[in-house]
């Protein structure tokens, strides 16, 4: 079992960047793929970026490419989502997921932290 705690989420201005972080505690946090989603008000939740295991393959949904980055710290036990340049469009709630399958489809991820809202204003 992992338990996933994210934090770092928060109202930023139109332009501005936040650092989103996932803790994970449990069993072995290295062999899992790590994962962020969001969730927008009124919208399904939808894939946002993805780290392998040693953090040498990453994938991200178009709209957050050159924008966000996601990283790990295996030693910490913790997944990283820099977000620079928000934009209102980005306003969502965001779950970190950990799974054993690399890709973007939501329940392909066995855990799931409880989110941390993310508002952005023009």
């Known amino acids: 079992q992992v338990q996933l705690v994210e934090s770092g989420g928060g109202s930023v201005q139109a332009g501005g960047s936040l650092r989103l972080s996932c803790a994970a505690s449990?069993?072995?946090?290295?062999?899992?793929?790590m994962a962020w989603f969001r969730q927008a008000p009124g919208k399904e939740r939808e894939f946002v970026a993805a780290i392998n295991w040693s953090g040498g393959r990453t994938a991200y949904t178009d709209s957050v490419k050159s924008r966000f980055t996601i990283s790990r710290d295996n030693a910490k036990n913790t997944v990283y989502l820099q977000m620079n340049s928000l934009s209102p469009e980005d306003t969502a709630v965001y779950f970190c997921?950990?799974?054993?399958?690399?890709?973007?489809?939501?329940?392909?991820?066995?855990?799931w932290g409880q989110g941390t809202q993310v508002t952005v204003s023009s």
């Open positions: 997921a950990g799974g054993t399958a690399f890709g973007g489809i939501s329940n392909e991820y066995d855990y």
């Open positions: 449990g069993r072995s946090f290295s062999r899992y793929v």
